[in-house]
Structures are given as structure tokens and as C-alpha cells.
């Protein structure tokens, strides 16, 4: 049987999906004037059709999640490709259509301490729906920049944003992994430590960022071997853990909690 869209995006998670990137990179929307650094105050621009196309694809929802209070708009049983074929998927693997149990707990966490994030500049790294930099800018952050890779994601935050009645913050959708840092106050990652070598460069990454900056990293996983087998767990401070909820454990192959680290190296 051929596999379906939802099956194949959570079964090749946490596989590299590295080339997956690159293979689908050409696939991109070009249309979309997006992804100039730096892009603070920019305000994203949905195309029509896309928005449509967006909309028709996925459903609203708020339940199955830590964060009941963030409606997303994500890939559901009621949507038609959660059953259709994945090849038959126009764009690159659609990961902003989940909401991965690492965002999850880091955005209860947010929601649950709104003083972390309140009044200070935040960078949420690998967004995707974009939940988490929504629950930080719910939680009163003066200034937000979301990143992901992939700008289909940075289409679904905007959608996301309005959903939850917020202006839609700037979105980068580069690889900043390769840009001269910007200074933030806090750094947020949910469910990114999940390829070897992502994991490694991210470890770089942040290492540097907390030495130049003094930037605060808080990390949400659910205990996936790249990051609980990484040597970055050396430098960790576990600082919450959750209970994931039923429909989040059967979409993520039986993992039962997802666990907030503060990372200082
Ligand atoms: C598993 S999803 C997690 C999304 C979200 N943080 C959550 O927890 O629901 C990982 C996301 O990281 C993005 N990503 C992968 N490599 C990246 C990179 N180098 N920089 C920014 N985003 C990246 C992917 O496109 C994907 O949306």
C-alpha cells in the first residue's frame, strides 16, 4: 500500500531529512519574497492561492495538545491528504503540520512562566507551526523572530498567527545556522535534535551564542536519541517535564513525556 502523508512525515521523523530538504528545496514556492536577512519588521505576504490552498488542507484545531489555548492549523484525519498518497503532495514534507511534542512542552512551559520570555527579544529556531513563538509572544515578548527552513511553514505561522488574533511577527525562512548571530535574550527549540548532524551544528551553534550573548537556550524534547545519546546532554538543566497527551502519544510511536532543558555550557 502506498504510504499516506501523515504516515510518511511521522515514520521518516526522526530520520535524516536532511537530503529530504534538499530535494524538496527546489520545489519551493519562488513567488514568495521572503527569506531577505535581516528581516525585522517585515511583514510576511501570504499569496491568495497559497492561503487557499493552506486552508483546504489542513483543519483548525486546539485540542490533543499541551496548549489548548493555540489553535493551529494543521494535518488531521479529517484532512484529505492525511490519507492520500504522499507523493501526491505538491510541496516539501510538510513538518509545520504537526505539532511536535518538544514544541508542545515548550510552549506550556512559556504559557506557564510568561516572565521567562516577558518583555525580552526571542528567536524560536525550526518553527514550524510556529506554536511556540506563539505562545511567547502571548506570554507578552517584545520582539520575535521566527526561523524555519522551510517557507511553506513560514506561510502556516502567518495563518497560525491569525487564528490566535495576533499581528503576525517577522519570519525568516534562511538557514541562520550559517549567518553572523543576532543578539537575542532567549533562544527556543522544540523537537530539533533530531538528525545527527543538525544536532551537531545546532550544539555549535548555541554554544556560541550562549558565550558571545549570555542568551538564555531552552530546549523542548521528548527524549529522542539524537539528543538524549548527544554529548550536549553534558551541558543541560532539566527544567520541566509533561505528560504528553493521548492523540500526541499515538502520533509519535508510544512517547509519553516531552521534557523542557535549559542549556548552559
Ligand atoms: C520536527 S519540526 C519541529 C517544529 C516545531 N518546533 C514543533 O516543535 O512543533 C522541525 C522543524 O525544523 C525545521 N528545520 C530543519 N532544519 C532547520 C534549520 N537548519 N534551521 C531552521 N529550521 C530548520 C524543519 O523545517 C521543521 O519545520
Sequence with gaps: MALSLHWKVCALFPRNFCSLRRAASSRDLPLIPWGHYPCRGVRCFLHPEMKAFLEENTEVTSGGSLTPEIQLRLLTPRCKFWWERADLWPYS?????????GGQALSRYLLDNPDIVKGKSVLELGSGCGATAIAAKMSGASRILANDID??????????????QLNPFPILTKNILDLKQDTWDVVLLGDMFYDQDLADALHQW???????????????????????????????HRVVEYSLPESTRQDNNGLTTSAVWDFQP
Design 93 to 101: 514534507d510538510p513538518y509545520w503540520a504537526v505539532y511536535w511534542p
Design 206 to 236: 548555541l554554544k556560541k551564542c550562549f558565550q558571545t550573548h549570555k542568551t538564555q537556550i531552552l530546549i523542548g524534547d521528548p527524549g529522542r536519541p539524537q539528543f538524549s545519546g548527544h554529548s550536549i546532554q553534558n551541558q543541560l
Design 151 to 164: 517557507p511553506i511553514a513560514g506561510m502556516a505561522i502567518t495563518l497560525n498567527c491569525e487564528l490566535n
